[in-house]
């Protein structure tokens, strides 16, 4: 009988060194005696990656020097081009900025009647991400004819406006057109419908 308990407690010795062994293989490093606390992950107070947004660019119709518009207005189909002679790199505060347009329209259905441009009226408005300024003066191009330009395919309008000195914390400026047609109701009448459309551009201003 003491012989069995000598070895059951040999065996028990084995077997505590074994898991000793173990467990010790399986610490992690910070919780070795003397590791500092440093070592350990701390998700809580990890410090995370910031993202920074990139700044916007400023929108501008013209990038490319022009741009083309299709307008309707009633039966009226209105093919516009717009462009400025300007580099878009000289469109700074205090310089006279030209916009130069062409019109041209075509009407359904077509019975002969004409189409005439009675008034041509263009609005500049400052502005920057964070403020609007107040519109310059407007700038409008009324018929010296009656009753207007006849502006029905193949025939045209073409004109220059000039935007004005600008605030220097704009940084671009909105540009609304409208125009004001008359619109002949039988080939033959002097009797004409009116018919307006607008549309409006956005140039940025170099500072």
Do not use: H
């Amino acid at each position: 009988m003491a012989r069995t308990v000598r070895r059951t407690s040999a065996l028990g010795a084995v077997v505590v060194a074994a898991a000793l062994a173990l467990a010790g293989c399986s610490t992690p490093p910070w919780l070795e005696p003397g590791a500092s606390s440093s070592a350990a992950p701390d998700p809580v107070t990890s410090p995370s990656a910031t993202a920074t947004e990139a700044p916007q660019p400023t929108p501008n119709d013209l990038s490319t020097g022009a741009t083309a518009r299709s307008l309707t207005a009633g039966p009226l189909s209105v093919s516009l081009n717009y462009w400025s002679s300007l580099a878009m790199d000289k469109w700074t505060p205090g310089v006279l900025k030209p916009v130069s347009l062409s019109l041209i329209s075509s009407i359904t259905p077509n019975d002969g009647q004409k189409v005439y441009l009675q008034r041509a009226t263009m609005t500049a408005t400052p502005g920057s991400p964070t403020e609007t300024y107040d519109p310059l003066t407007a700038q409008v191009d009324a018929a010296t004819t009656s009753p207007g330009y006849l502006v029905l395919d193949p025939y045209s309008y073409s004109q220059t406006f000039t935007v004005g000195p600008t605030p220097e914390g704009a940084t671009f400026v909105t540009l609304e057109f409208s125009y004001e047609f008359l619109v002949q109701t039988t080939p033959t009448s002097t009797d004409y419908a009116k018919q307006t459309a607008t549309d409006t551009l956005t140039v940025a201003v170099t500072p």
